[in-house]
């Protein structure tokens, strides 16, 4: 792919500040507009910055992780949120709050909703990731014009969802 | 407050996710499914009994009260529909990995069949509209990516007709859910009947016929059922035996919800689903004598006998209700037998096709017997379990004096028996053709699925009192009304 | 405002249902995303005027707030939407792949119905009338 300096470059500056701002999203959703899957997208746009400007191999480099991680991480733990409070005898997605004095920022509220979020969020980010994992490789040369029969297909599920 | 009555609906998911992170593992995938799926059956039991002795057991989602939160609802319905669903889930968890196709080449479908069993429970245990339309999307979205497992041109052709319908008939209830939030202030359940008092009664009616028809849809009654044989037949076998064992049902199970909560004395809207059900009985057991390919009649007579369960719910009274639910429990065992033994038959000769398999009765003796009986329970031949279930309808019929309908369901039944003979004649009668693949060995544990499915419906056939005797309680919690009018 | 809300909503589900009815997968895609914006805009709707809010905690006037649910419902929706919206992207993207071509192909059993109507007629017997091709 043949790389274009203003969108690398600007690229380069959004991206920090897009990530501040899919982690101001997540963390104020609680009580005010945001939350997990708002600031999952927002996290999962800069995956297609990063891609329009540096194909799939940046994305690969910048993301240490796989996809399918980040998804069953998630899932993981926004499904634990809502089963733990059923296996201690309440009723499901229970949720409990505390508040924590934080320095310099003050009083600020923690609720188990917020653990709900960031499970939300990375199910998002892995959705948005494993979409351009599967299709984001300019020439799938295993694909091309055949019907794909045979073992091998793991390495690449059909589906972003 | 009962909140266990939730974990049928989130330890799927937790278990998917779990699924997902061991991806590599087959072997961990396996482990998790089998034991989630036990897990979850044996909560199944408990919540059977358990809201027999309680009629109605409730929680809410983070403890938020009725209206706002999330409820969870169980009662009769639910549970005998999410027993009969976790077991069939199960065997066919089992069936899949003996067959191996899909099951060990895919990453992914471990985790999606799970998410499908969350949505089918979610389904069956939701207290309030919306959540109904969030389960129906869980499952929807499970069932489409099973469907085009395997990315081959047919899977793809068939889903995009699937994905399209599926998603025109969302967008339907959402918007039917919006209308109805606007009209009535309420999208819970229990607050529906209270709720839609105050409104007009045509009004009251064109709700329940938004909402029946954005249901029939997903459970493909006349004339909306055009999408199921094209598309179900390309899924992987062990999916399609789900799908249409499966799928529909719930599609049924939401109709007679919404029937029995907005319209449980509304007799126009009831005629209306009675001659529905005659058209689809009759329509789907003639396009399936027309098929020569044994998924696709298997398909075919998925939409037939859905006008037998719209038939029980369309007389309005707590026999046909109950006859219906019992031909429901029933029919999901029966049905998946037919498409898991189908399988077998395809696994066996390498094809489904009628004209290109023969004589498997004189090489495969058991799978004839697989075979035989779900078919004959399928047309309603005693003593077998589809007898029991049109027994009761036919019963019920004829206590509403519906004479059409029960004509028209006893003559489907001889028709369903005569496409059965079709693919009898077809597959296992005649001279084994000269295949060298007609030898191929079959998986014991496909065989074992089949047969322990096998042996489940002629339990049915034998615990027929009890069963009925429990599906017409479930009936007189739902129309509580009814049952008391009733001489 | 509701009647604006009313028009949008109509203008989407208009545009959105003629591009379900083409043949292209991506335009069908794009249709199908327009017609849920447009049942996300009946939500909307549904709110109401302000005055009806959920809950409150008493400190604030009712009149200043909407009913929140719908929007809930909504945002629900939007998420699903964009789940399912992959997915179709996905299926249009391997449509791609195989055929080069990203419209619907016909059900193959119906194209054999088309191409030998006579299969159905030798069978049962009955004088059906031929089932026309449809246009491309």
Redesign the interface.
């Known amino acids: 792919m043949k790389r274009s300096v203003i969108v690398d470059v600007t690229a380069r500056l959004i991206l920090p500040s897009a990530l501040l701002f899919a982690l101001h999203l997540l963390l104020s959703g609680h009580d005010r507009p945001g939350g997990g899957f708002v600031g999952g997208l927002v996290a999962g746009a800069t995956i297609a910055l990063i891609f329009v400007a540096g194909g799939m191999e940046d994305v690969r480099s910048v993301v240490p992780v796989r996809p399918w991680t980040i998804l069953g991480g998630g899932l993981a733990v926004a499904a634990s949120v809502a089963t733990v409070p059923i296996l201690l005898g309440n009723p499901v997605m229970d949720n409990w709050k505390f508040y924590v004095d934080l320095p310099l920022l003050g009083e600020a509220k923690i609720s188990s909703a917020l653990v709900f979020d960031i499970g939300v969020a990375a199910v998002v980010i892995g959705t948005i990731f494993m979409v351009f994992e599967a299709f984001g490789d300019e020439e799938p040369p295993e694909y091309r014009g055949e019907v794909r029969q045979g073992p091998g297909s793991g390495q690449h599920p059909e589906v972003g969802s | 407050?009962t909140?266990?009555i939730?974990?049928p609906?989130?330890?799927p998911?937790?278990a998917?996710?779990?699924?997902?992170?061991v991806?590599r593992s087959r072997a961990a995938q396996r482990i998790i499914g089998l034991g989630t799926l036990t897990a979850l059956l044996g909560l199944a039991v408990r919540l059977l009994i358990e809201t027999d002795r309680n009629d109605v057991m409730t929680?809410?989602?983070?403890?938020w009260v009725a209206?706002?939160g999330?409820t969870?609802v169980a009662d009769r319905l639910s549970a005998i529909m999410l027993l009969v669903a976790i077991g069939m889930f199960l065997a066919v968890l089992v069936y899949a990995i003996g067959q191996g196709d899909e099951e060990s080449?895919?990453?992914?479908f471990h985790?999606v069949y799970l998410t499908l069993v969350a949505g089918v429970c979610m389904a069956f245990l939701t207290g309030d509209l919306?959540n109904l339309?969030?389960a129906f999307?869980v499952l929807l979205?499970s069932s489409?990516?099973l469907l085009?497992?395997?990315?081959?041109?047919?899977q793809?052709?068939a889903?995009?007709?699937y994905?399209?319908i599926s998603?025109?008939a969302?967008?339907?209830f959402?918007?039917s859910?919006?209308?109805l939030?606007?009209a009535t202030?309420t999208v819970n359940l229990a607050d529906l009947p209270a709720a839609m008092e105050a409104l007009d009664p045509a009004l009251r009616r064109v709700f329940l016929l938004l909402f029946l028809g954005v249901f029939g849809i997903k459970a493909a009654i006349f004339p909306l059922f055009f999408w199921l044989p094209?598309s179900y037949p390309n899924a992987p076998t062990a999916i399609t035996a789900v799908f249409a064992g499966l799928l529909t049902k719930v599609g049924v199970y939401a109709m007679i919800r919404i029937q029995t909560t907005i319209g449980p004395d509304d007799t126009v809207v009831g005629t209306v689903l009675l001659v529905v059900a005659a058209l689809t009985m009759v329509i789907g057991v003639f396009g399936a004598i027309?098929q020569q390919e044994i998924k696709?009649i298997l398909s075919f007579h998925a939409v037939s006998q859905i006008g037998y369960m719209v038939f029980g719910l369309g007389l309005l009274t707590v026999a046909g209700l109950a006859a219906a639910i019992l031909y429901i429990a029933q029919y999901i065992v029966v049905k998946t037998t037919l498409f898991l033994t189908g399988g077998l038959v395809e696994r066996a000769s390498g094809t489904g096709h009628l004209d290109r398999v023969d004589g498997m009765l004189r090489t495969r003796p058991l799978l004839g017997m697989l075979f035989l009986l779900p078919a004959l329970s399928l047309a309603g031949v005693p003593p077998l379990s589809g007898f029991v279930g049109k027994f009761a309808l036919v019963d019920a019929g004829v206590d509403s004096r519906s004479w059409v309908l029960v004509g028209v369901s006893l003559a489907v039944s001889i028709m369903t028996l005569l496409s059965m003979n079709k693919i009898w004649a077809g597959a296992f009668m005649g001279e084994p053709t000269a295949n060298a693949e007609a030898t191929r060995p079959l998986p014991t544990a496909m065989v074992v699925a089949t047969g322990v499915l096998v042996a489940v419906s002629i339990g049915i056939a034998l615990g027929a009192g009890p069963i009925y005797a429990y599906a017409e309680r479930a009936a007189e919690t739902l129309l509580p009304l009814a049952g008391s009018s009733a001489p | 405002m509701t009647t604006v809300f009313a028009a949008l909503a109509g203008a989407l589900f208009a545009t959105g249902t003629y591009l379900v009815l083409q043949r292209e997968l991506t335009r069908m895609l794009i249709g199908l995303a327009l017609l849920s914006h447009g049942a996300n805009v009946v939500l909307l709707v549904a709110a109401g005027d302000p005055g009806r809010p959920a809950f409150l905690d008493g400190r604030d006037e009712p009149s200043a707030f909407l009913d929140p649910l719908p929007q809930a419902f909504a945002l629900t929706a939007i998420v699903i939407t964009f789940g399912v919206t992959c997915f179709l992207l996905a299926l249009a993207y391997r449509s791609w792949v195989l055929t080069q071509d990203d419209t619907v192909q016909d059900d193959p059993e119906d194209v054999r119905v088309r191409e030998e109507p006579d299969a159905d007629i030798e069978r049962s017997g009955a004088d059906q009338p031929t089932i026309e091709a449809q246009d491309r």
């Open positions: 407050m909140p266990w939730a974990l609906a989130v330890l998911l937790l998917a996710a779990a699924s997902v992170l991806g929680t809410q989602a983070g403890g209206p706002l999330i969870f080449r895919h990453v992914g985790p919306f339309f969030v999307e979205v489409y990516v085009t497992l395997g990315g081959r041109l047919a793809v052709r889903g995009t007709t994905v399209v998603l025109l969302s967008i339907t959402l918007m859910l919006g209308l939030y606007r202030g094209d027309s696709r």
